[in-house]
């Protein structure tokens, strides 16, 4: 009977261990980046660098977002299933460089109607979303600064102390939240600000109109078939049950692929692209649409 109860211990201790993150130690907190207050999610998040990868035992994949370290109890993080030591990558199908810069996305489109933010973590290494509901107003929302260091956290029995990690940054962590708002209200306001959010979603400087990759994950969106897989990596592109290899017509336009012509390779057929060159010119504008340098009109 001990036998077994030793080994069902020893089992269950196991599985608890493998769903545990693993927690930064004593002689880790000097080199862990600083907290931050988030207004939006009513959290406190840390950034993700090597350090906070190598700590935290993170995937080898996840290098942008924050850390998820305590969350306050019955706030907008907390209400909507988010724990400690969740990894927020995505805000708004957004990635984002700073803690501060997630609440600067969150907040603008709280402010220009959007509250329902499509918030994409990991847990554990596997993805999931939520879909808070973040009205505008609880950026400046009075917060308890003094009870941060006693809201919802991990336990300190893994190694990593939340208590002694606030105490550390707590003076660090109160200057900063009082003045992120400024510095969110400014950004928010500004043109550079609003370009990005509405035609450069990724910020890598080039016009989501142009941008193969919108949302700068590496790869195009191109979705012919609208199933949520890039046709760069979808077997079936107009998922019509027929392998691309074995398919005459991919993309399901009812034209066979060796009959189609797409000049600037955006993946939209000629037939069907009202800009045929990319040039920015609608094609019925457009006196020289296949970008050849030769005026329609002489072809």
């Known amino acids: ?23 930064a130690y004593a002689g880790d907190l000097p080199n862990l980046p600083k907290p931050y207050v988030s207004r939006g999610l009513r959290a406190v998040v840390m950034p993700i660098n090597k350090v906070t990868q190598a700590t935290f035992n993170l995937e080898k994949t996840v290098k942008h977002g924050v850390v998820v370290l305590s969350v306050e109890p019955n706030g907008i993080a907390a209400t909507n299933g988010f724990m400690p030591g969740d990894v927020i ?27 329902q933010a499509k918030i994409m973590y990991f847990r554990g290494g596997k993805k999931s979303y939520s879909e808070p509901k973040i009205a505008y107003d609880i950026f400046t929302l009075a917060l308890d600064l003094a009870g941060v260091g006693r809201w919802t956290t991990w336990s300190s029995g893994y190694g990593f102390s939340y208590g002694d990690y606030y105490n ?20 928010i ?38 199933d949520g897989i890039d046709d760069q990596i979808d077997n079936d592109d107009d998922n019509d049950g027929i392998p691309d290899q074995d398919d005459l ?51």
């Not at 003076?171 to 400024?182: A, C, F, R």
């Open 1 to 23: 009977m001990r036998l077994i109860v030793y080994r069902f211990f020893v089992a269950f201790s196991f599985i608890l261990h493998s769903l545990t993150p693993n927690f």
């Open 89 to 115: 990558e995505q805000v708004h199908g957004m990635h984002f460089k700073s803690p501060i810069e997630m609440d600067e996305i969150l907040a603008y489109w709280a402010k220009n109607n959007r509250p």
């Open 168 to 187: 550390r940054h707590s003076g660090y962590l109160n200057q900063s939240y009082s003045t992120s708002w400024t510095r969110i209200d400014s950004t």
């Open 189 to 226: 306001g500004s043109s550079k600000f609003n370009h990005r959010m509405t035609h450069d979603q990724d910020g890598d400087g080039t016009d989501d109109d142009y941008d193969a990759d919108v949302n700068g994950d590496g790869i195009d969106e191109i979705d012919s078939d609208e």
């Open 249 to 299: 017509d991919d993309d399901n336009d009812g034209v066979d692929d060796a009959d189609e012509w797409d000049s600037d390779g955006d993946g939209v057929d000629d037939d069907h692209d009202d800009d045929d060159d990319n040039d920015g010119v609608d094609d019925q504008h457009d006196s020289d649409d296949d970008g050849d340098g030769v005026d329609d009109s002489e072809e």
